[in-house]
């Protein structure tokens, strides 16, 4: 994990949504949309953007290192944790990461935080009303699990 990667990432994805990121648990799915949801795919990808760890949580996905940084960047003053969520700084970063994490925000930054939850599961493919089964279950390994499967799918048509 790079932590000053996804320091600024979060600094920027505040900044860019603004009252739009509501608090931190859509900050977290945003993060997680960032770190494995390819959008020009349309899909989960197991490879990481910043390579931050997620597991099933009980509001979706959950990652310590993102949470780290945010408490970092709060305790640091950079952000105020309130509601909607308000970032007291801007942040820069390579232009790939940019135009990947704007069309993110642009894609998903009005559906509201309980709707995102269950799209990110359904993505996942998780039923949103069985998550508990798969408390603690690392995101990775979900995605590897859907990628085979799809992987058998595939041959099994031709």
Do not use: W
């Not at 505040?14 to 900050?27: I, T």
């Amino acid at each position: 994990m790079d932590i000053d990667i996804t320091k600024k990432v979060i600094l920027y994805l505040v900044n860019e949504m603004g009252s739009l990121v509501g608090g931190s648990p859509k900050m977290m799915k945003m993060m997680f949309l960032i770190e494995h949801y390819d959008p020009n795919k349309g899909e989960l990808v197991k490879r990481g953007l910043l390579d931050n760890v997620f597991v099933i949580h009980h509001q979706g996905v959950f990652s310590n290192d993102v949470m780290h940084c945010f408490n970092d960047l709060v305790s640091g003053g950079k952000i105020e944790d309130r509601f909607p969520l308000k970032a007291n700084t801007r942040s820069e970063f390579r232009l790939g990461y940019k135009e990947r994490i704007d069309n993110i925000i642009d894609e998903f930054k009005t559906i509201p935080n309980y709707d995102l939850e269950d799209t990110i599961l359904t993505m996942l493919g998780i039923d949103p009303y069985h998550k508990q089964e798969h408390y603690g279950t690392r995101v990775r390994d979900l995605i590897k699990v859907n990628l085979l499967e799809e992987e058998k799918k595939a041959e099994e048509i031709e």
